[in-house]
C-alpha cells in the first residue's frame, strides 16, 4: 500500500514537472498573441461609462474562461479525431478578425463627429440613452475576439505538447488558459482604472504622489487612444498572421521575402526583422476587404434570390 502511494506520487510529480516545463514553453510560444489579445481587449472596453468600466472587463473575462471551457476539450477532440481541420478553422477565424478590422475602420470613417458643443451634448444623450445595448455589443463583440485569440493560443500549446501524455496535455492546457486569461483581464483593469488610481493619487498630500497621479491623469486618455489604434491594427496582424503560417504558399513569400531583405547592407536585419509583420498586416488588411466584398455580394445577390 504504501509503496504504492509513493509510485503515485512519484508519477504525480513526473507529471508535474513535464507540465511545468511544458507550460514555459507553450507560455514562450504564446506570448506574441498574449501582447495582440490585450492591446485587442483594453481597445473594445474604450469608450464605455468609467462606472462601468470594472464590470463590463469582469463580463468579458467570464466569457473568456467560458470560451476556454468549450476550446479546450474542442481542441483535444479534434486534434484526436481530425487534426487536419484545426487549420481551416483557425484560417477561418483569422478571415473573422480580419473583416472585423476593415468594419471598424469603415465605422470609424463614417460616425459623424461633433462639429460643436450642441452637437457634442445630443451625441452623449443618445449615447446615455443606448448604454446597455451600447454595453452589450461592445462585451459580445469582445468575447467573439477572445473566442479566436483563444483559439490560436490553444492551438500553440497543443503543438508544443503534441508527443506528451494526454493527462500532461490537459493540465498544460487548462493551465495556460486559466493563467493567461487572468493575466490578461487583470492588466486590462488596470489600464481601464489608470484614470481613478490617478485621481487617487492627486488627492493625497505627498507632493511626490499628486505629481505621479497628474502624470497618470495626463497619460491615461493618451494610453487608451494608443490602443484604441494598436487593437484595430492587431486585428490585421493575428489574423493575417493566423492566414499566412496556414497557406503555405503565403508562408513561402514570407520566408523568402525576409531572406532577400537581410542581404541589404546595413539595414537588412533590421528590415527582415519587420518583414513578416508588415506582411501580416498587408495579408490581413487584403483578407478583410475580400471578406467584406463577398459578404456584400451575397447581402445584394440574396433579396434578389429569394424574391425570384
Not at 65 to 74: A, C, E, H, Q, S
Request: charged content about 15%.
Amino acid at each position: 500500500m504504501a509503496s504504492s502511494l509513493l509510485l503515485l506520487l512519484d508519477d504525480i510529480a513526473t507529471v508535474l514537472d513535464d507540465v511545468a516545463v511544458m507550460s514555459k514553453m507553450a507560455a514562450k510560444k504564446t506570448a506574441g498573441v498574449l501582447g495582440d489579445d490585450l492591446a485587442l481587449n483594453a481597445q473594445q472596453v474604450t469608450g464605455v461609462r468609467a462606472d462601468r468600466e470594472l464590470p463590463v472587463v469582469w463580463k468579458v473575462a467570464k466569457g473568456s474562461f467560458v470560451n476556454k471551457l468549450i476550446l479546450v476539450p474542442l481542441a483535444l477532440l479534434i486534434s484526436f479525431i481530425a487534426g487536419w481541420l484545426i487549420n481551416p478553422l483557425l484560417v477561418l477565424g483569422g478571415l473573422f478578425l480580419c473583416y472585423e478590422g476593415v468594419e471598424k475602420i469603415i465605422h470609424t470613417l463614417h460616425t459623424p463627429k461633433a462639429k460643436d458643443a450642441e452637437q457634442a451634448r445630443e451625441q452623449l444623450i443618445h449615447t446615455e440613452m443606448d448604454l446597455h445595448q451600447f454595453e452589450n455589443e461592445k462585451v459580445k463583440g469582445a468575447i467573439r475576439t477572445d473566442f479566436i485569440l483563444s483559439a490560436e493560443i490553444i492551438v500553440i500549446t497543443l503543438g508544443t505538447v503534441a508527443a506528451a501524455s494526454m493527462l500532461t496535455k490537459v493540465t498544460v492546457l487548462s493551465l495556460i488558459a486559466v493563467v493567461m486569461t487572468i493575466g490578461v483581464y487583470g492588466f486590462v483593469a488596470l489600464i481601464v482604472k489608470l484614470d481613478d488610481i490617478g485621481l487617487h493619487l492627486t488627492e493625497q498630500q505627498s507632493d511626490f504622489k499628486q505629481k505621479i497621479g497628474r502624470g497618470l491623469l495626463a497619460f491615461a486618455p493618451v494610453l487608451m487612444k494608443i490602443l484604441s489604434l494598436v487593437g484595430t491594427a492587431a486585428l490585421f496582424l493575428v489574423g493575417g498572421g493566423i492566414i499566412n503560417h496556414a497557406i503555405l504558399f503565403i508562408h513561402h513569400f514570407t520566408e523568402d521575402s525576409v531572406a532577400y531583405v537581410q542581404d541589404i547592407p546595413s539595414i537588412g536585419n533590421i528590415v527582415g526583422a519587420v518583414t513578416p509583420t508588415l506582411i501580416n498586416f498587408a495579408v490581413g488588411i487584403l483578407a478583410g476587404l475580400l471578406v467584406m466584398l463577398v459578404i456584400s455580394l451575397i447581402k445584394k445577390i440574396w433579396p434578389k434570390s429569394s424574391k425570384a
